[in-house]
């Protein structure tokens, strides 16, 4: 006997759920992206906080251990003991380089008109090789016409670091939001994670949870770290050679 089952999505209300289903899905992903777009600077700016907890909590958590002979000392306390030594160090490091990067930026600016010079003087020179050297006639126009390109090409491209620098300073408030913003994170940040592990509504799910988010958290600290450590080697090697 025949199968007198109607084939699948014949149904013309099933059809209709069906369709409603997937026009709301794209909806919500459509909304979510122009949200995530909105929000941009918001979650980049939720992002540098993250990272720089990741870099100091374990200056955080070595100092909480200090007392593990007496009661261990109160979180929000590691926290502000290690700030105070950050500052104490930036503080440091700025009385040091302030006056001889004010003094190099002062000689820099003094000869500016030599550097200019000099590069004019340099590219004159260039334009004058096809002639010394006897190329081809076919080979000096060529030759001349890249030469003159690629003095344009380093003017635009000194236009454009200039223009992209002073872009990058309306993000100078970030330097003062990023540490406040870390700080509530370091304090807090074990905290929240706990209370969002105890809304799950089971044992497993809440025990797998936790497990998921230890992995994810010492993942990304490790990542981060030694992409630290990396800068400040490359940095080091190219300093000494420099």
């Known amino acids: 006997m025949p199968n007198q089952r109607n084939p699948p999505l014949t149904n013309p209300q ?13 909806a919500a992903s459509v909304l979510l992206a122009w949200l995530l777009y909105v929000l941009r600077a918001v979650l980049l700016l939720l992002t540098f906080p993250a990272i720089f907890c990741y870099l100091i909590a374990p200056m955080v958590d070595f100092v909480e ?12 306390l590691a926290v502000t003991t290690v700030y105070l030594l950050l500052i104490g160090v930036i503080a440091f490091a700025l009385d040091y380089a302030a006056p001889r990067l004010s003094e190099q930026l002062s000689s820099f600016w003094d000869n500016m008109p030599s550097y200019v010079r000099q590069l004019d003087q340099y590219v004159k020179s260039l334009e004058t090789l096809p002639n010394r050297y006897r190329l081809p006639l076919g080979w000096r126009q060529p030759l001349a016409d890249w030469i003159g390109a690629s003095r344009t090409g380093v ?22 939001l990023i540490p406040v913003i870390g700080f509530f994170f370091l304090k807090d940040a074990k905290h929240l994670s706990q209370k969002f592990i105890m809304t799950l509504p089971e044992l497993d799910m809440r ?20 992409q630290l450590i990396a800068c400040l080697l490359v940095g080091m090697i190219e300093g000494i050679g420099l």
């Open 14 to 26: 099933q059809i209709r759920r069906t369709v409603m289903t997937v026009i709301l899905l794209v």
């Open 65 to 76: 251990r200090l007392g593990t002979v007496r009661p261990r000392m109160p979180r929000i």
């Open 207 to 226: 025990y797998r949870s936790a497990i998921f988010l230890k992995d994810v958290s010492e993942t990304l600290a490790a990542y981060i770290r030694a």
């Open 155 to 176: 003017i635009e491209w000194l236009n454009m670091l200039v223009g992209r620098t002073l872009w990058l300073a309306r993000f100078l408030p970030w330097l003062v």
